[in-house]
């Protein structure tokens, strides 16, 4: 390796050290959000069969018991599909095309995707503000979709409910994902049907309060991200 003078490795190694300390310390701070934000998840939401969550804000402690809903309540199901890879007439269009891949769960907003596909009738495009769920094998992973979008058959999607806040559903159903997994596999294959992944329970609350509740989440996973 090529060596300067004793200063100058002084110096240099100095540089970098205050550079790694630095990385240490946001990344420090960065574990404290995640773990505010798994905090907030437990208690701004109700537990299994409770109707009230443990924390509550100030201005809607008197609004009384939230109100479960089966997810197919709030929003429309749709089950992805994957057009035919043999016709490349149907590729690099203007619709982004969501695989479980493309989904980063350090995102929030589906913005890109690896693949694109270009419109027709025949397809179920799921518009801005949809819900991307992975449904078989990687069960769990989801994101908003920031424009129009596809996604394949791993992925059931939730195109909300105009009386549903879509970002409070999307939380609601970051609080039941650990539900959702440890659900006893019926194969070898993990996987979530439309009809089951419809059947889901989430405890709902006036739209006041979901949109409180999304924008306090929405702002601590701005300072994650």
Known sequence: IPVPSIKEQQKIA???????????????????????KKGLLQNLFPQEGETVPKVRFPEFEGDGEWI?????????????????????????????????????????????????????????????????????????????????SVTNQQINSIVVNANYHNEFIYYSLLHITPFIKSRPATSTLPIVNKTEFSAFRIAVPKPQEQQKIASCLSSLDELIM
């Not at 100095?14 to 505010?36: F, G």
């Not at 695989?99 to 980063?104: A, C, K, R």
């Open 68 to 148: 479960y809903k089966r997810l197919g309540e709030t929003g429309k199901i749709i089950t992805g599909k994957t057009p035919s890879t043999k016709d490349a007439s149907l590729w690099n269009g203007e619709i982004l095309f969501i695989t479980p891949t493309d989904i980063d769960e350090n995102q929030k907003y589906q913005l890109v995707t690896n693949r694109t596909i270009v419109r027709n009738r025949k397809l179920n495009i799921l518009p801005e503000g949809s819900i991307a769920y992975t449904c078989i094998a990687s069960i769990g992973k989801m994101s908003i979709t920031a424009k129009e």
């Open 14 to 36: 100095s540089c970098l050290s205050s550079l790694d300390e630095l990385i240490a310390a946001h990344n420090d701070k960065l574990d404290a959000l995640k773990d505010h």
